[in-house]
């Protein structure tokens, strides 16, 4: 079974601050994506991150996939109020497992003004 | 275009009472994906459908689950008797053939007493 492991469950921070949520695994993934989740609302994705070590950037976010395509980052940068959200990392099975999408717990995001 | 939609929104049952989810994907999807999320745990990965076909159903927690696809459209997930550990948020989500890129609906939140 593959596990993702995502940290920390809750962060509470003040605007301008930065943070990194970050989402390990002992298996290795086809590729990786971040998703935000608003209250009642699915999951809309943000990033996929695909080739071992690639980084990419979403304005004043920046998503890393590890070397070994086992775990990934977020890292944002002078947090905004509008950043409050719950962030979802998901690794996604390889082909022949249908692309099924295996989530971590998550984490909850408050920026305070 | 449209997105993945999903019926009903909330749903409150008696435990031994039968529940019927229904999702509607985006439309020229033929992947159909079926998640759920129980209180204080990650979005798990229930079943996929490739047009009408069961690809995956590892996920499915029991026989007390059934979901069916006629005609590879709309979904529906049938939980009969329902128990309180069934109790969660749904999620259905949708892609196109060889996309990785799932979209997900609002989620069906079912509360079972």
């Known amino acids: 079974t593959q596990l993702l492991e995502q940290s920390p469950q809750f962060l509470s921070i003040q605007e301008g601050e930065n943070l990194t949520v970050y989402c390990n695994s002992s298996s290795v993934f086809s590729s990786l994506q971040w998703y935000r989740q608003e209250p009642g609302e699915g999951p809309v994705l943000l990033v996929t991150v695909v080739t071992g070590g690639e980084v990419k950037k979403l304005k004043r976010l920046t998503f890393q996939f590890g070397d070994a395509r086992k775990d990934s980052s977020l890292h944002i940068t002078a947090a905004q109020p509008g950043d409050t959200g719950l962030y979802l990392c998901a690794g996604v099975g390889f082909v022949e497992y249908g692309n099924k999408l295996v989530f971590g717990a998550g984490t909850i995001l408050r920026v305070k003004s | 275009e449209a997105g993945v939609t999903q019926f009903p929104s909330h749903s409150v049952i008696e435990k031994g009472q039968t529940v019927t989810l229904r999702c509607d994907p985006i439309s020229g999807h033929d992947n159909l994906y079926w998640y759920r999320r129980v209180m204080g745990k990650e979005i798990k990965f229930l079943l996929h459908f490739v047009k009408e076909s069961k690809q995956d159903e590892s996920g499915m927690p029991n026989n007390r689950f059934l979901a069916e696809r006629t005609g590879g459209t709309y979904s529906t997930l049938k939980v009969q008797p329902a128990e309180l550990e069934d109790s969660g948020v749904y999620f259905c989500?949708?892609?196109?053939?060889?996309?990785?890129?799932?979209?997900f609906g609002p989620g069906t939140r079912l509360l079972v007493l």
């Open positions: 989500a949708s892609s196109r053939m060889g996309v990785e890129t799932q979209y």
